[in-house]
């Protein structure tokens, strides 16, 4: 079956900075990418996806890269905020989706 | 954040109990998931369902069971089987997915189990 890695598992940035995450998979058939961000005691809520057929996706501040050849897929946040802080979680998909294991992202004001 | 809910909120069980989430949703999607979420493991998959009547096995399904009677609805019971139940346990829902595509999961709010 599929496996995700992902790393950091902890992140702690400054106010203003930029914050990468990696992940990892393994099953070459995966074909979606989706990023889910889970704030304390709340769902997890999806933030951006990429799908095999394109390479990078923008929205604002928060972009996606996808290498299907190396098989990782990165999550950026420029412009770090405070309301950046949470979890977050990546995930590869062919169907049902496999999550990694999340990063806990602090960004100091 | 309506679309997807589940309770009870908290849910306390006794060792050797069987307990029963329930998870409803309004958002006519075809496909249901239920999760187990523990700290630095991120969301491990239990069971699935694509369509009513129909579910498979996700990477942990031992000591739970699952029904898809209505399209809106998909109970997970936790087993007396269930050797370490104590967890955050998160239903989601989507469009019906294949292998050739993939869609985004709506989650609810979740339901932390704790066996005394």
């Known amino acids: 079956g599929e496996n995700v890695e992902q790393h950091p598992s902890t992140l702690s940035v400054q106010e203003g900075d930029s914050a990468v995450i990696k992940c990892t998979y393994s099953d070459s058939a995966s074909n979606y990418f989706p990023w889910y961000k889970q704030e304390l005691g709340k769902r997890p809520q999806l933030i951006i996806d990429?799908?095999?057929?394109?390479g990078e996706k923008k929205d604002q501040r928060i972009a996606v890269t996808l290498n299907k050849t190396a098989k990782h897929f990165s999550l950026h946040i420029t412009e770090t905020q405070p309301e950046d802080s949470a979890v977050y979680f990546c995930a590869a998909a062919a169907g049902k989706s496999t999550f990694g294991d999340g990063t806990t992202l602090t960004v100091k004001p | 954040d309506g679309g997807i809910t589940q309770s009870p909120k908290y849910l306390f069980r006794k060792e050797g109990q069987n307990v029963t989430l329930s998870c409803e949703q309004n958002l006519n999607h075809d496909a249901m998931y239920w999760y187990r979420q523990d700290p630095g493991q991120g969301l491990r998959l239990i069971y699935y369902?694509?369509?009513?009547?129909?579910?498979q096995k996700g990477d942990i399904a031992e000591g739970y069971s699952v029904s898809r009677e209505k399209k809106e609805s998909f109970p997970l019971t936790v087993t007396s089987a269930q050797k370490n139940p104590t967890a955050f346990y998160l239903c989601a829902s989507s469009i019906r997915v294949t292998s050739l595509l993939g869609g985004e999961q709506f989650f609810g709010p979740g339901t932390r189990l704790t066996v005394l």
């Open positions: 990429i799908r095999s057929n394109v």
């Open positions: 369902s694509q369509i009513v009547n129909d579910f």
